[in-house]
C-alpha cells in the first residue's frame, strides 16, 4: 500500500500563492475554490495532424469512439477538415488544413485557426494535443480575466452561429492552448451540440454504437522543461489550486527523475497534470525524452475514464495488431503476486487475476483505488500516450441527492513506479534463482 498524505505536515504548498514543491509526505491536500472564472468540466481535446479523416478513424477504432460530427468540405468548410468522435462526455477533435489555394477563411468554424501555425505546429511535434478545451460560463469573460491575470492570449473571444456560443484561446504551455468554451443559455447543450456549423454525421460514415466502455477526460498530462514558472502561470490566471504533487524521491526508483504537481479547478473536475523532468538519475528522465522528441513542452498524456476497464482492455486488446493501440509491457508476475496484500481489501481474487490477464496496474490513495494501463505512444514519435483508467470509491452526493465520485479518487499512480519497480528486481531475483537450480540439478 502507498504512503499516505499526513496531516502533520511541517510545509505546504500554498493554494493561491507562490509554488513550492514539497513532496507527497508534506503535501497537505485543501480545496480553496480559488477559480478565477467559472470551469464546468472538460469540454474536448483537439489533435492537430496532417490528415484528419485517417487519424480520426485509428482513433474511433482503437478506443471504441464513434464519430458524430464533422466540419469540412462537404459542410461548406474550406478551411480545415475536422471530425469529433464523441464516447459519452469524452469528445477527441482532429483537425487539419486544407490548401490555401481554396481556402475561404470565413468559412472556417474553429475561429481560431491558422493554417501557418497548423503548418509549423505538426512539422515540429507529429501528431500532438494543440487544445485542451474546458467548458466554462463565459468564454468572453473567461479569456478578459485570465488575460488580465496574465494569461498570454491566443485567440480573443468569437462569437459562433447566431450567438449559439463563444470560443478563445490562451496559452497554456509549449503549444498548447487553453480553449474556452461557452455556450449561450438559450440553447440546449445536448448530444448533438458541440459547435455551431458542425454537422453529424451519418450511418454510412460512422457506426454510432461503437463502444468500448470509456465515457470521460480524467486528466490531461501536460510535460514541460520547468514545473514551477509553468504551475505559477497556470494558477496566476485560472486560480486553480494544488490538488496533488510528488517528487522523484517520492516515486522512490533511480530511474524515474520527475517531478510532478496536479491543479485542479473548484470542483476538481479539470484536473491538470504537470511533469518536469529532473536530471542526474541513471537513466534519461522520461520526461526529458518526451521533450526533445516533441521539441519542447506538450501534451503527454491523456487519461480516460472507463466504466468498466476490464470490458474496455479486452475490447482494446483485440485491436491492439489491427489499427488500435498497443499497451506497454505487463509487469512481471510478481507484482500480481503482491497486489493481493495491496488491495486484496478492495479487489476480489478473480478481479485480480483479470488485472493481471489484461495487464491492469493498480493504485490507492487514502480516499480510494485506481486500476490504470498505459499505451505505447500513439504515433511516430515517444511522445503522446493513452491511458486508460477506473476510479473505485469516493463517492458523494451533491445538494439535488444525485451521487458522484469525487475527483482524483485512488490518486495518479504514484505507487506504480515504486510498486514496479520492486517487483521488477522480485522477479529478476526470482529468474536468478531458478537459473541456479537448474545448473546445481544438472
Ligand atoms: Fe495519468
Excluded at 372 to 377: A, D, G, H, L, V
Excluded at 401 to 426: D, H
Aim: net charge negative.
Amino acid at each position: 500500500m502507498g504512503k499516505f498524505p499526513t496531516t502533520s505536515a511541517t510545509a505546504t504548498a500554498s493554494a493561491t500563492t507562490g509554488f513550492k514543491l514539497v513532496g507527497y509526505n508534506n503535501f497537505v491536500r485543501a480545496n480553496p475554490r480559488s477559480d478565477f472564472f467559472s470551469v464546468k468540466r472538460f469540454h474536448h481535446v483537439e489533435f492537430w495532424c496532417g490528415d484528419a479523416t485517417n487519424t480520426s478513424k485509428r482513433f474511433s477504432w482503437g478506443l471504441g469512439m464513434p464519430l458524430v460530427a464533422k466540419s469540412d468540405l462537404s459542410t461548406g468548410n474550406s478551411v480545415h477538415a475536422s471530425y469529433l468522435l464523441r464516447a459519452v462526455n469524452l469528445q477527441f477533435l482532429f483537425t487539419a488544413p486544407y490548401s490555401a489555394c481554396i481556402s475561404a477563411p470565413s468559412s472556417a468554424t474553429i475561429p481560431s485557426f491558422s493554417a501557418s501555425t497548423h503548418h509549423s505546429f505538426t512539422s515540429t511535434h507529429g501528431l500532438a494535443v494543440r487544445a485542451v478545451g474546458i467548458e466554462v460560463q463565459d468564454a468572453f469573460s473567461a479569456f478578459s480575466m485570465a488575460v488580465s491575470r496574465g494569461a498570454k492570449p491566443v485567440s480573443p473571444p468569437v462569437v459562433l452561429g447566431k450567438n449559439q456560443a463563444a470560443l478563445a484561446e490562451v496559452h497554456l504551455y509549449g503549444d498548447v492552448v487553453l480553449r474556452l468554451v461557452s455556450y449561450s443559455n438559450s440553447i440546449e447543450t445536448g448530444p448533438d451540440c458541440f459547435l455551431p456549423g458542425f454537422e453529424p454525421v451519418n450511418h454510412e460514415m460512422s457506426y454510432q454504437e461503437l463502444d468500448y466502455g470509456i465515457r470521460r477526460l480524467d486528466h490531461a498530462v501536460g510535460n514541460v522543461p520547468e514545473l514551477r514558472p509553468c504551475v505559477e502561470y497556470i494558477k496566476t490566471f485560472t486560480g486553480f489550486h494544488e490538488f496533488a504533487e510528488f517528487t522523484t524521491e517520492d516515486v522512490g526508483t533511480a530511474d524515474s527523475g520527475l517531478n510532478s504537481v496536479v491543479l485542479a479547478n473548484n470542483d476538481e473536475t479539470v484536473l491538470l497534470p504537470l511533469n518536469e523532468p529532473v536530471h542526474g538519475t541513471k537513466r534519461k528522465s522520461q520526461i526529458q525524452t518526451y521533450l526533445e522528441h516533441n521539441e519542447g513542452a506538450g501534451v503527454q498524456h491523456l487519461a480516460l475514464v472507463s466504466e468498466d476497464i476490464f470490458r474496455t482492455l479486452r475490447e482494446m486488446r483485440k485491436r491492439s495488431g489491427v489499427g488500435g493501440f498497443e499497451f506497454m509491457p505487463s509487469p512481471p508476475p510478481t507484482y500480481y503476486k503482491n497486489l493481493k496484500s495491496r488491495a486484496g481489501d478492495v479487489l476480489t481474487d478473480e478481479q485480480i487475476k483479470e488485472c493481471e490477464e489484461l495487464g491492469i496496474l493498480v493504485d490507492r490513495d487514502d480516499q480510494g483505488t485506481l486500476l490504470q494501463i498505459f499505451t505505447k505512444p500513439v504515433g511516430d514519435r515517444p511522445t503522446i500516450f493513452i491511458e486508460i483508467i477506473q476510479r473505485i470509491g469516493c463517492m458523494l452526493k451533491d445538494e439535488d441527492g444525485n451521487v458522484f465520485q469525487k475527483g482524483g479518487c485512488g490518486g495518479f499512480g504514484k505507487g506504480n513506479f515504486s510498486e514496479l519497480f520492486k517487483s521488477i528486481e522480485e522477479f529478476e531475483k526470482m529468474l536468478e534463482a531458478k537459473r541456479v537450480n537448474e545448473a546445481a540439478a544438472a
